[in-house]
Structure formats: structure tokens, C-alpha cells
């Protein structure tokens, strides 16, 4: 039985009880001895071209980490949901929300028009013979649009110019009109002029200001174009 | 026999330019004869280019028309934007108030001859 | 010290040609056919007391037509197109339009209706057109051309309706035009294009060329048989512009100081030097008949020994030669003159400002 050398709980003696008991615990001469089961634990456990340092390590009482660190591995959000959802061009490929472009025909979509002129009255509180409102602007920005007859006024494509219809979807920076030959024509808003007649009054909206997801231009904040140039 | 010639650049560009004078009954000093012409269109060059800078622009009076003050200039094609600068900025000629009017511009003194802007059809 | 201020004045085009009438291969023909809409004519010939009787004939009696405010949808009707642009050359360019600053349209005898529209306009519209080739990089002009005598440019063709529709409902365009026609059956009388429009109840105004006549005595002209003419074009062809501009070189070059303009040397000391010049509107047709009299009238005894005529053309007209862009930009000159010697040979000028392509 070796002196300790040092005050610490690892070389301290075994207490008065576990050493009584040491035969049934069946513990051996060297556990006992703590620097011999320390030998015998690193030669079981550490791999031997580390040993060589672990050794000098001990010796020069130093803490070296013997393990070699494994990161845990994070589950992925995909594998927690544990349900895999459509990639961009999947989505894209899929295209729910695209208006079938067969079969659509004005007429069906008359009373979206009288729906929305409803609506639009209501929004806009007009009166025949009474000029827009001083917010007019405003609402007119934030509006829905899908019922409207829209017709370009100007484009920067002069085919273009005249095309008529109702709104069926709006996009970011598209609207999709079917017109009354029953064809469905998607016109880019940035680079058009568009008017709708209501009431006896001629709107004229710049395509430029309704480049935004319809979901969004509702919240947004109108900002000022630079130039309403086209 | 058949020769063909193209010549891109031309040596001179030519202007009609008249000379308007604020208050004409009040005349200027002298009669504007077609030597205080040149004088007036060198003063404005020395005004806006300097001594050295305006005397390197060389500018020939081709015709002048003491009536209406009216004249056609000569100019080596690379002073014209600096003729047409000094003539635009002139404000004042012998103390009185006048503007320069560039009515037409060629690089042919031919394109001069002919004017269908103004021409009246009758 | 400050580097020197270098600018540039802009490019310009000056096309000298030598040949003759007689060579088969001379283009003469074609530069004076595809030069539709002439404003002026001048002719210049020392040693004669006056220009000859048969090319004042064959200019002055060109009347030619001015109409106010026509609307574009007239020019595209089928009766009218049937009637005179199939049947002859209409010839006409619209009247106070700056091409540079504004919109300016003509019919070609071609059959072809030009449009040289600006931005907004293009825009609104709806028609059709390309990029104008001088304005490449800041879009400002653009080109619509109307091909008005295609078989299918016809009522209830979708093309037909389209332009019919632009020009009716869209916008109700409005011109002045000066123009002329000149049938192919020459028993049809060409102010007939006068009373059609003007049986719709729009006014139709006929106008005549103006002639100007002016003989120098004792001037001096350049020897155009001593000339090195290859070296000295630029110079005869700016003596030429002098005396169009009636400059009186003796008069002025008598002062250093005032200009140091001189006749081109070597020159002789002529007793006359006619000028005359016509100012108006001038088919092709009529211009060639003017060089062919110059020819036949040089080809008589006591003959000059040369003769020159030059043609303007219109600096606001949207086309120059064979239907090619043209533009203003500093003068829009689309100028050419022939100088006519006895033995049929020529020397022609070409002359275009930076806005034209080349000739």
C-alpha cells in the first residue's frame, strides 16, 4: 500500500467499511493502488499512439482530453417534420394556382366583374358626378384588382396597347386578363399604363406602382416611384 | 473612269448666326459694319476662352447683311463647339445688351443655301 | 497646365463621285429616283446671260399640293390607296413637323407610309415599329413603317384593322402634308389626289415652285478642267455653297481680317455666272428631266462649259435615299448636286449630316 502523495479524493485511502469488505467486492491489489489501475485503464482504453503523450502527460500533471469529439448530430427540420414538402421547381412545375388557360371565357366571369364593381364603389365611396376622394389614391393602390376590367393605355410593347379583359390572378409583376375574344393574355405591369372605367370616372393606374405579391401591396407602404417613365 | 471618294469629315462647319440687339432704335455706338461683326464674335470668344484660347479659334465672316445683322460664319470643325459655346453665352457686345441666334449649322456651306424649315409655300 | 480642350464636331458624310452618263453602270438614275422629297432646285452654269428656257419649263409648271390637318386614317383607306397610290407615285411629307423634336410621317412613292414617331408616342399608339438607328442608346425615336399597297394591307385582314384602328381610335392623328402625285396613266390628271381630299371637306391649297434668278458679271469661277478634283472636292464643292449663299467673295475678301475665304485656285475671270434657284416641292421624275435638258442643252452650239444642278432635300423628312432613316441631329441636310459637262461626264456630291446613312 503506497503513501499518498497527494491531498485529493482520487488519492486518498479507500474508507475504513470498502476496505473491510475488499474481498467480497473482489477488488484487486491494483485498484487499490490508484496509479496501477490508472496504467492498466489507459492501456485499456486509450489507443496506443496516444498513450505515448497520456503517459507524458501524467507525468507532467497536465488534463488532455482523450476522447476524440464526435459533434452531435442535429436533426434536421426536414426529418423532424417528418413530411417532405415540394422544392422551388417542383412548386413551380405543379403551378396550382395558374389559371387554366383553356376554357376560360369572359362571359363566366361577368359577375366577378359586378362583384367587384361593388366592391370598388364601396371602397372608393363614389358617386356619380362627384370627383374621387382625397385618399382615393391611396385605396386605389391597396385594392383588389381581381374582377377589374383593365385596358392598356401605353406600353413599352406596342401590341400590346388597347389589350382588354377581366383580371383573373394577379402575380408580382403580372396580370392576367381574359378578354372578351375569350383569351387569356398576361400583360407585365412595370412596363404599362392601365385604365378602368368606373362609374363614369377613368382611372388610370401606372404599372410601375403595383410591382409587388398581391398578398403584399395591401400592408405595404407606398413608396414614390423616381420616374413613372416607362 | 468611275471613281468614288468618301470623305467623312469635313475641314470647315459653317453657321448663319444673327446678331439680336435689345432696344434697336437706341443703335450702338458705331454701325455695325461687318468688321465690328468679326470684332464682336472675337470678343466673345477672348471672353469665354481667354487671349490664347479665343485667338486660336480662327472665324471668317463668309457674308454679312447689315440689315437684319445677319451673317455666315467659317470654322475649323474642331472649334465649332467652341464657337457655338461663345456665340450661346454672349450676353453684351459694346456695353448693350444682345444675343447671338444660331439659325442653322452644316458641315457644306451649301446646306446653308436652303432652308426648308422656314420656307413659306405658296 | 490644363490638357487642351478637344471637341469634336460630329461626323458628316460628303460622297464624291466621277463617272459618266453614257457609262452603263452609272448609278445616276438611282440617286435621283430614291431621292423622294426634294425641296429646292439650283442651277449654276457660267458664261450664259440666263438658264435655258426648257429646264425653267420643266421645273415651273410642277404644281404641287399643301393639306391641312389630314387625318392618317385617310391615307389608309382602301378607295384611296386603290385610286392613287397603286395607280401612280403619291409623294408626300407631312409640313411643320421638326423631325428632331417631333413627329414627322411620309408616304413614299413606294406604296410605303413612314412614321418617325417619338417615345410617348410610339407608346400610345400601338403600332408596330423598330428602334430609329441614330438614337440607339437613349430610345427616343422610333420607326413605324404601313407597307400600303401589300395584297393582304386590306379591310378585314387583321393588320389592315389594327392600323385602321390606331390611327381612327386610338389617337386621331392629324398632319399637314405637302405632296404631289404623278399618275402612270398620263391622261389622268395629278390634281385629282387635290379634289379627293378636298371632297371630304378638308383644305387642300395648290402652291408653286418660286424661282430665283441671279447673274454675277466678272466673277471669278474656278477652271474645272485644270482642277485636281480629287484633291480639291471639298474646295469646289464649298465654292458651289458659296454661290448658292450669295457670297461675293471679291467683296468680302478684300478685308484679311473680316474672312480669309478664296475662290479655289486656278481660276478664271468669267464675264457671267448664272444662278438660279427653285424653292417648292420636286418629284424625282421632274429633277431628272432638268439633267437631262442640262445635258441636251450643253450638247448646243456656243455651249458653257459646264453646268451644275443641285437638289435639296427635305431636312425634316424621315427618309433620304432609297427609303433610308434620316434625322436632323445639327441640320439635316441630304443635299447632292451634279456637275454636267458637254462630253456626258459628271462629278456628283452627295452630301449628308450625321443623322443619314450613307448614300
Not at chain 1, 415540394?86 to 396550382?96: H, K
Not at chain 3, 391622261?187 to 408653286?208: A, D, E, H, N, T
Not at chain 3, 448646243?300 to 451644275?308: F, G, N
Request: glycine share 4%; with cysteine.
Amino acid at each position: 500500500m503506497s503513501t499518498p502523495t497527494q491531498d485529493s479524493a482520487v488519492y486518498s485511502e479507500l474508507p475504513a467499511g470498502v476496505k473491510r469488505q475488499a474481498t467480497q467486492l473482489k477488488l484487486a491489489d491494483d485498484v487499490r493502488d490508484g496509479s496501477a489501475y490508472l496504467s492498466s485503464f489507459l492501456r485499456r482504453h486509450v489507443a496506443p499512439r496516444n498513450l505515448a503523450t497520456a503517459a507524458a502527460a501524467n507525468d507532467a500533471h497536465q488534463v488532455v482530453l482523450l476522447d476524440t469529439v464526435v459533434p452531435k448530430k442535429r436533426p434536421s427540420s426536414l426529418q423532424k417534420k417528418g413530411r417532405r414538402q415540394l422544392n422551388a421547381r417542383e412548386r413551380r412545375g405543379v403551378d396550382c394556382f395558374a389559371a387554366s388557360t383553356a376554357r376560360q371565357t369572359y362571359r363566366t366571369h361577368v359577375p366577378l366583374h359586378t362583384l367587384w364593381r361593388g366592391y370598388m364603389r364601396s371602397l372608393l365611396q363614389l358617386e356619380p358626378s362627384r370627383a374621387l376622394a382625397a385618399d382615393a389614391q391611396h385605396r386605389l393602390l391597396k385594392a383588389d384588382y381581381h374582377g377589374c376590367v383593365l385596358t392598356v393605355a401605353r406600353s413599352r410593347c406596342p401590341s400590346l396597347v388597347g389589350v382588354a379583359g377581366i383580371v383573373l390572378q394577379e402575380t408580382r409583376c403580372t396580370w392576367r386578363l381574359v378578354t372578351r375574344e375569350d383569351r387569356l393574355v398576361t400583360v407585365p405591369k412595370a412596363t404599362c399604363v392601365f385604365t378602368f372605367e368606373l362609374e363614369g370616372h377613368v382611372v388610370t393606374l401606372y404599372g410601375k406602382h403595383f410591382v409587388h405579391r398581391p398578398a403584399d401591396r395591401c400592408s405595404k407602404k407606398f413608396k414614390s416611384k423616381a420616374t413613372i417613365d416607362l | 473612269m468611275y471613281e468614288r471618294r468618301v470623305i467623312t469629315k469635313s475641314e470647315f462647319h459653317y453657321m448663319r448666326v444673327s446678331l439680336d440687339v435689345q432696344n434697336p432704335a437706341k443703335a450702338l455706338p458705331v454701325e455695325l459694319t461687318n468688321v465690328y461683326f468679326k470684332q464682336a464674335v472675337t470678343a466673345a470668344l477672348t471672353r469665354l476662352f481667354g487671349d490664347i484660347g479665343g485667338a486660336m479659334v480662327a472665324v471668317d465672316v463668309l457674308k454679312y447683311n447689315e440689315g437684319d445683322r445677319s451673317a455666315i460664319l467659317r470654322v475649323h470643325s474642331h472649334n465649332l463647339v467652341k464657337l457655338w459655346s461663345a456665340l450661346t453665352l454672349t450676353d453684351r457686345y459694346m456695353s448693350r445688351k444682345c444675343a447671338f441666334r444660331v439659325h442653322q449649322v452644316s458641315p457644306y456651306l451649301m446646306g446653308l443655301a436652303v432652308n426648308s424649315r422656314e420656307y413659306e409655300h405658296t | 497646365m490644363a490638357a487642351p480642350l478637344n471637341f469634336n464636331s460630329p461626323k458628316n458624310l460628303l460622297v464624291f463621285e466621277q463617272s459618266s452618263f453614257s457609262n452603263e453602270k452609272s448609278r445616276h438614275k438611282t440617286v435621283i429616283g430614291d431621292h423622294y422629297f426634294n425641296c429646292a432646285v439650283e442651277v449654276c452654269s457660267p458664261n450664259v446671260a440666263q438658264i435655258p428656257t426648257t429646264v425653267t419649263a420643266s421645273l415651273s409648271p410642277s404644281s404641287y399640293y399643301i393639306v391641312r390637318n389630314l387625318p392618317l386614317s385617310r391615307l389608309i383607306d382602301k378607295e384611296f390607296i386603290e385610286a392613287f397610290v397603286r395607280n401612280g407615285a403619291f409623294y408626300a411629307v407631312s409640313l411643320n413637323t421638326r423631325i428632331d423634336v417631333a413627329n414627322s410621317v411620309a408616304v413614299l412613292p413606294t406604296g410605303k407610309l413612314v412614321l418617325s414617331v417619338d417615345k410617348d408616342m410610339y407608346e400610345t399608339l400601338g403600332l408596330e415599329g423598330r428602334r430609329s438607328i441614330f438614337s440607339q442608346t437613349r430610345e427616343r425615336k422610333f420607326v413605324i413603317e404601313v407597307e400600303l399597297t401589300k395584297p393582304s394591307f386590306t379591310p378585314g385582314k387583321k393588320n389592315y384593322e389594327r392600323t385602321k384602328w390606331c390611327f381612327s381610335e386610338r389617337l386621331n392623328l392629324r398632319f399637314d402634308f405637302v405632296f404631289t402625285w404623278v399618275p402612270h396613266d398620263k391622261s389622268i390628271c395629278s390634281s385629282s389626289v387635290g379634289k379627293y381630299f378636298s371632297g371630304m371637306g378638308l383644305s387642300v391649297s395648290s402652291c408653286r415652285a418660286q424661282m430665283m434668278s441671279n447673274t454675277m458679271k466678272d466673277v471669278c469661277v474656278p477652271d474645272l478642267l485644270a482642277l485636281n478634283i480629287l484633291e480639291n472636292s471639298q474646295d469646289l464643292f464649298e465654292w458651289l455653297g458659296a454661290v448658292s449663299c450669295y457670297i461675293d467673295s471679291e467683296e468680302e475678301a478684300s478685308n484679311d481680317f473680316v474672312s480669309m475665304y478664296t475662290t479655289p485656285s486656278p481660276c478664271n475671270i468669267c464675264t457671267q455666272l448664272t444662278h438660279a434657284k427653285w424653292q417648292g416641292f420636286f418629284t424625282p421624275e421632274a429633277i431628272a428631266m432638268v439633267i437631262d435638258e442640262i445635258r441636251l442643252y450643253l450638247k448646243t452650239p456656243d455651249h458653257p462649259p459646264w453646268a451644275s444642278v443641285t437638289v435639296h432635300g427635305y431636312a425634316d423628312s424621315p427618309v433620304s435615299w432609297r427609303g433610308k432613316e434620316h434625322g436632323y441631329h445639327q441640320g439635316g441636310e441630304n443635299i447632292y448636286t451634279y456637275i454636267v459637262f458637254p462630253n456626258d461626264n459628271y462629278w456628283l456630291y452627295m452630301a449628308v449630316g450625321s443623322h443619314d446613312v450613307c448614300p
